[in-house]
């Protein structure tokens, strides 16, 4: 039997040509088989202490086991990141629904949360895609059983963001979308706190967003100034936020961009935020 004696660091290491010197610790030849396709798989062309080819890599991982006292470990170092809550917003016209929408085209993994609504349902919308559109009785008894994470009445109906499908989301490993006005998002914070990320989306003046919820064509004159002078104050409470997304005029694909990077840069965090609905 050859056996041979080398040093990488502070250990001195005495291999053999089969497994039988390492006391102490089993090896079968499907693990030694394992160990050798994974290093082939990776070409390494390391000549150094003729641990270059495959064969003298095995003996070598061999070793450092040996020296280890335990196997080297072939799962995963960082566990799988934690799902998180988004949540997007900012004033009204800034490009919310247009954000969300086309993150959804571009990021997989995330489920935009649908609102329960009591009001009735308009021509062409669809119940469960824009709406769960439910009855006050039911809507009251989901107050009742503290099943909303937040709720609203707006004009009269009741508006509210179901517990339920968050966890069912979550718990299949989904990241969950919220997009909510300024004054939702505060009362998200208050309730959820640095558990969830909280995305400011901005235009890149107040001319700029002007124009842009002219150019929808969906406000009167008076409601364009009351949006603008409300703009005003919501912009103050972008401090209250994790990130601010500048969504400049014609460069909506680079918002989505960077809000995407923002949540793998969450993904990547040590910390992880926790959350429990
Ligand atoms: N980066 C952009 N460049 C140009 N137009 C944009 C951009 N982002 C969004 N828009 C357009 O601006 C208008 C307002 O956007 P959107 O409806 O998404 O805003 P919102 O924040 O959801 O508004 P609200 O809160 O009033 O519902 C839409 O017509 C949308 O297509």
Redesign the pocket.
């Known amino acids: 039997m050859h056996s041979n004696t080398k040093s990488i660091g502070q250990y001195t290491f005495t291999s053999t040509s089969t497994s039988t010197f390492c006391s102490g610790m089993d090896y079968t030849k499907e693990e030694d088989d394992k160990k050798t396709s994974a290093l082939q798989a990776t070409e390494r062309t390391i000549d150094e202490d003729g641990v270059g080819d495959t064969f003298n890599q095995v003996a070598v991982l061999r070793d450092i086991e040996e020296a280890l006292g335990s196997p080297l470990d072939s799962g995963p170092q960082v566990p799988a990141p934690k799902p998180l809550i988004i949540v997007i917003s900012?004033?009204?016209?800034?490009?919310?629904?247009?954000?969300v929408k086309r993150l959804q085209e571009v990021r997989k993994g995330i489920h935009f949360v649908v609102t329960a609504t009591t009001r009735a349902k308009r021509l062409g919308e669809v119940d469960g895609k824009d709406y769960f559109f439910v009855s006050k009785e039911h809507f009251l008894s989901l107050i009742e059983k503290n099943e909303l994470l937040e709720y609203a009445t707006v004009y009269g109906d009741y508006k509210g963001i179901p517990k339920q499908q968050i966890r069912d989301f979550m718990s299949k490993g989904y990241d969950i979308v919220l997009?909510v006005?300024v004054q939702g998002a505060a009362t998200l914070r208050a309730i959820l706190g640095n558990s969830a990320l909280f995305i400011f989306?901005v235009a890149e003046s107040e001319v700029a967003l002007v124009k842009?919820?002219m150019?929808?064509r969906?406000e009167t004159r008076e409601k364009l100034l009351l949006?603008v002078s409300t703009a005003r104050e919501e912009v103050k409470r972008m401090i209250e936020f994790d990130y601010v997304a500048v969504?400049?005029?014609?460069?909506?694909e680079k918002?989505v961009n960077l809000i995407n990077s923002i949540i793998d840069a969450e993904k990547a965090k040590v910390q992880q935020r926790m959350v429990e609905i």
């Open positions: 900012g004033p009204s016209g800034v490009g919310k629904d247009a954000v997009r006005d989306l842009r919820l150019d929808r969906t949006r969504n400049a005029q014609g460069q909506l918002t």
